[in-house]
């Protein structure tokens, strides 16, 4: 008898499971999420770099500055450069984490390791630096678009475009016309 109830119970429960499955059939079911916009080969290390490449090529760009280079940290200054240009970003990272403890103050080198972490995906870091690097720094000039630049770009990461809006006009901020000279 035991096992007669037993077996009507799990009819019973296989019945009532098959009959949600047929109405689930007719009931509307919500549409897939679109897929997820799948990103080019952006480069965004690419991008910030240009940002500072441009602000330099400007002919009527009133700042350049070059900061004296301590000779230790100037190789692993150039070690880190050659590892950011192959896209060995946590080389670079390295290096620059070694220079930085050398000469933690310098906006150069902390952009380099912002730069080194958009690379390695470490987005709230670049951010961190760069802008750490932009308020030691000249505030104007090649530096200064990489240090905005990357700020933008994780803004574009954190869908932010108030933030993106912002950035962008400090790019345009960093460069200075030259006076005219007669």
Known sequence: MQTRLNCVFLLAVAALLGGC??????EAKPSPLPPRPVEADYD??????????????????????APLRD???????????????????????????????????????LQDRAEAAVGLKDYARAETLAQRSW??????????????????????????AAGVAQARSQVLACHKASVPRY
């Open 21 to 26: 499955s047929l109405f689930n059939r007719w």
């Open 44 to 65: 965004r290390v690419a991008a910030i770099r240009a940002a500072g490449d441009r602000e330099a090529a400007l002919t009527d760009s009133a700042i350049d500055v």
């Open 71 to 109: 000779p230790g940290v100037a190789i692993l200054e150039d070690q880190a450069q050659q590892n950011l240009q192959t896209r060995h970003y946590a080389l670079a990272a390295g290096e620059l984490d070694q220079a930085l403890q050398r000469n933690p103050d310098s906006p150069d080198l």
């Open 135 to 160: 308020s030691l720094g000249p505030k104007l000039g090649p530096l200064c678009a990489r240090n905005w630049q990357t700020v933008v770009e994780m803004r574009l990461l954190a869908h932010d």
